[in-house]
């Protein structure tokens, strides 16, 4: 853990836009080998969109990381936060402690509130209105979203007392996971279900993003999914009878459409439907 520790203290960020393009890259490739749900659709047409998302983000990550350094030295130099007043523990709970309770905060406490606060839910809806949800689909965030995420991460870090190696561990297993559990990639369902008891796998994830409720307000953790099962948020859905996008705003060509996408934060909220089949 020493020698992770000291590698994402300073990494360089060359080899964080390489984690950013090179898990995009491998995922893509992978849903055309194993693909869970067979879109007909141009896919570098609807990559764009999530793509111009995907570099809003890594813009406003990078212009506000001085924030998240100036924090973690703080916190680290006044021994503040929840893992700097725990007693010694061994570097791998330390690591492991710091990015779980990151993955809370910055994860799935900021999905949670997004989807119970109404301005923040039609920010959030631009991520949910992707009618084909694949490996694109995972940094599909509004600007405005990206620094909703930010101020929870920060806080994250505030609260919890991490370092910046343990935040920079979290932000590239962060961006991976989030990668992997949206990519249409179809794992034997075991495997998919043993998976699920530790991390979010592609299957859970899939159900946050069925168009009705209460299935799109469930499962709502990103690397972990210990929070979902802890707080009762969990729940399962076969991957058959999942339908992506957000009933009430159904319209696929304009939630294809980065003009529209980047207004849809300020049109007025419409209350979602629950599913019948329940």
């Known amino acids: 853990m020493d020698t992770i520790l000291n590698y994402f203290e300073t990494i360089p960020s060359a080899h964080r836009s390489l984690i950013l393009i090179g898990g995009i890259t491998f995922f893509w490739l992978l849903e055309g080998v194993l693909p869970l749900m067979s879109f007909k659709y141009k896919k570098w047409k609807h990559a764009l969109p999530n793509l111009f998302f995907t570099a809003t983000t890594v813009i406003i990550n990078f212009t506000l990381a001085g924030l998240l350094l100036a924090t973690s030295d703080w916190v680290v130099a006044n021994k503040f936060g929840i893992i700097n007043w725990l007693p010694d523990m061994s570097i791998w709970f330390y690591g492991i402690l710091g990015v779980l309770l990151l993955d809370f905060f910055g994860a799935y406490l900021a999905h949670y509130v997004e989807h119970k606060v109404k301005p923040l839910w039609m920010v959030h809806l631009v991520h949910h209105s992707d009618h084909k949800v694949d490996a694109t689909t995972a940094n599909r ?138």
């Open 141 to 278: 965030h509004h600007p405005l979203e990206s620094m909703i995420r930010f101020a929870f991460t920060l806080l994250g870090v505030f609260i919890v007392g991490t370092p910046i190696a343990i935040v920079m561990l979290y932000q590239s297993l962060s961006l991976i996971s989030t990668q992997f559990n949206h990519a249409n990639i179809k794992l034997p369902r075991a495997i998919d279900k043993v998976l699920s008891f530790v991390i979010v796998s592609p299957d859970m994830h899939k159900v946050h993003h069925h168009y009705k409720l209460p299935y799109t307000d469930s499962n709502y953790g990103n690397i972990f999914s210990v929070w979902d099962r802890l707080f009762g948020t969990y729940m399962y859905l076969d991957t058959d009878k999942i339908i992506y996008g957000v009933d009430t705003f159904p319209n696929e060509i304009e939630n294809s459409s980065l003009k529209h996408l980047l207004k849809q934060p300020f049109h007025k909220y419409r209350k979602p439907t629950t599913d019948a089949n329940l």
